[in-house]
């Protein structure tokens, strides 16, 4: 935005300095920052009222939640890429298709998921993530990061947009990653369930989560993100890894050694000799590009 100069009125007016407008673009990018850090400190208040709200299972439970639509959905349109990193083929989504996705969330936001029990439970908030995300994504698209597709003027991404009501309660994808699944479950595998549109997430999988094959689904997609370069890299003994392990350090244990041992937990046996000896973690690093397959 164009901030204009001040005007002098008479004759012979000073030439008005650059020094205000600068001063005021700057003082302009620190209200902008401190909303933002306000907004991150609330953000732990609504993470423990969602968690509160949706931390009800019924462990009998041998309810299902249909999710052959999203199947169908994957099946025709992602693609599962010879570099390791599956792509999603945004720009040849039909319309039909699209309204299929979007009776999809909205048939997971009339399920009662206080009736299902914690697997099914996983399964059912890891799904309606994915969903979501692609919904929120090709209702921008095209566009080359998921960053740019920004609700409010100090949003970083459309995380805390509120994209689904579930029981009455409007949700964003940040209720549903850091309200619901990692508070519900302090599970890291969580970070391997949920993909954010982007390269350098943990893969989009082929087929939805169930609660019949989670803990088995789970530790799939952890070794095959793991074991990939954009996750992990070895090089004459420095350790690089992705931004995740760094940004959610709390949730590997809350060290370099923690991450370090939850890495040697899903390497294969080549990885696993790349780390014996790593002490700590020397960079961490993200790709942000749009998981597009075009």
């Not at 005007?7 to 001063?23: L, N, T």
């Not at 597709?149 to 964003?172: C, F, H, N, Q, Y």
Request: hydrophobic letters at 45%.
């Amino acid at each position: 935005m164009k901030i204009a100069e001040p005007v002098f009125c008479g004759a012979g007016a000073p030439k008005v300095p650059q020094r205000p407008v600068a001063i005021k673009r700057s003082v302009m990018a620190v209200m902008i920052s401190i909303a933002g850090i306000f907004a991150l400190l609330l953000s732990p208040v609504r993470a423990q009222e969602v968690s509160e709200l949706f931390a009800a299972h019924n462990p009998n439970s041998t309810l299902t939640v249909d999710h052959d639509p999203f199947a169908a959905l994957l099946e025709k349109y992602l693609v599962v890429s010879e570099d390791g990193v599956n792509r999603f083929k945004y720009g040849g989504v039909t319309t039909e298709d699209r309204t299929a996705l979007k009776n999809y969330i909205g048939a997971l936001a009339n399920v009662q998921v206080a009736d299902l029990n914690r697997s099914e439970q996983f399964a059912y908030w890891a799904n309606l993530y994915n969903a979501a995300t692609l919904e929120v994504v090709l209702d921008a698209y095209p566009v080359k990061s998921i960053r740019q597709i920004k609700p409010t003027l100090i949003s970083i991404g459309p995380w805390k947009k509120e994209v689904v009501t579930v029981g009455g309660k409007a949700l964003s994808l940040d209720d549903i990653e850091h309200g619901i699944l990692r508070k519900v479950w302090s599970d890291p595998r969580v970070h391997y369930s949920v993909n954010c549109a982007s390269i350098g997430c943990p893969n989009l999988r082929s087929l939805p989560f169930t609660g019949a094959t989670l803990d088995a689904d789970l530790d799939a997609a952890a070794r095959d993100f793991v074991n990939h370069p954009r996750a992990v890299t070895v090089k004459d003994g420095k350790l690089t890894v992705s931004s995740i392990y760094k940004w959610f350090q709390v949730d590997f244990g809350g060290s370099d050694a923690g991450v370090i041992a939850h890495l040697k937990k899903y390497a294969d046996s080549a990885l696993a000799i790349q780390l014996d000896g790593v002490k700590k973690i020397s960079k961490d690093s993200y790709d942000w590009a749009l998981n597009d397959a075009q």
